[in-house]
């Protein structure tokens, strides 16, 4: 299992210069949210915590990709709480319990098949996957999400408008919420390489050094 005390914050990338000052940046820096915030490059199954999001269909039965590697890390009881579920709109999530995962709970999100037509209802659709994902955390009294990059493996979007949203939205959330202060750490799980280059790129301008 990783622990938290294994995935660095923000505020460490910097200081081990992991990760460097943006150019430009509309975000003020705040100290306490680069001790709230991580990047982790690794498998979603294997982190000890209060909640990772799953990158689900509007069935909620399982499938590929991120989705299949959580069903079959938890094991079946996670189908069945899942068949009770009674599925989920695109640009919603639901919760259940993690079953043999380390993680607690499971926070099902459904984001939306990427296509050039409709590039702003995709957008909408992404940016409430992780308005709904944090509301429900913060719900429930979770004190940790670990964000997936939805819909950016088999749904096709582009990983750098993907992650502008997943950053802006997570910061804007922190900021204006004050039911958010319950949240210790949100943590952005990548698994390959150029991913983790977006993320690294993109994330001092959401989240700048001070
Ligand atoms: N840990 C962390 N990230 C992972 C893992 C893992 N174990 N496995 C994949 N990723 P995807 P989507 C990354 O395709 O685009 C399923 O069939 C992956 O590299 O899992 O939202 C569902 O049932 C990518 O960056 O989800 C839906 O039908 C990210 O997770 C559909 O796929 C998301 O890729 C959803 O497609």
Redo the contacts with the bound molecule.
């Keep these: 299992f990783v622990t938290l005390e294994n995935v660095p914050t923000l505020a460490a990338m910097y200081k081990e210069g992991d990760l460097h000052a943006a150019a430009k940046t509309h975000f003020p820096h705040d100290a306490t949210l680069l001790d709230r915030v991580s990047l982790f490059q ?4 294997r982190l000890k915590v209060d909640s990772i999001v799953n ?3 509007r ?1 909620l039965l ?9 069903h079959a890390a938890a094991g079946p009881g996670l189908l069945e709480e899942c068949r009770t579920l009674g599925g989920c709109e695109t640009g919603f999530t639901k919760i259940s319990t993690g079953h043999k995962l380390p993680a607690k709970h499971v926070l099902h999100t459904v ?1 939306p ?1 990427y296509s050039r037509s409709n590039v702003e209802t995709k957008a909408s659709q992404l940016r409430s996957c992780y308005k709904t994902s944090l509301e429900l955390a913060v719900e429930h009294n979770l004190k940790h999400v670990a964000f ?10 582009p ?1 750098a408008d993907a992650t502008s949203i997943a950053l802006e939205e997570t910061r804007n959330f922190l900021d204006s919420k004050p039911e958010a202060s319950i949240l210790e750490r949100v943590i952005f ?4 390489n150029k ?1 983790r280059d977006v993320y690294i790129n993109m994330l001092p301008e959401y989240f700048p050094p001070g």
């Excluded at 997936?148 to 979007?157: A, E, K, L």
């Excluded at 799980?189 to 390959?192: G, L, T």
């Design positions: 690794g498998d979603i199954t990158a689900a269909n069935s399982g499938g590929g990709g991120v989705d299949g590697a959580i984001g098949i997936c990059s939805v819909s950016t493996g088999i749904y096709g979007y990983i799980v990548v698994w390959s991913d």
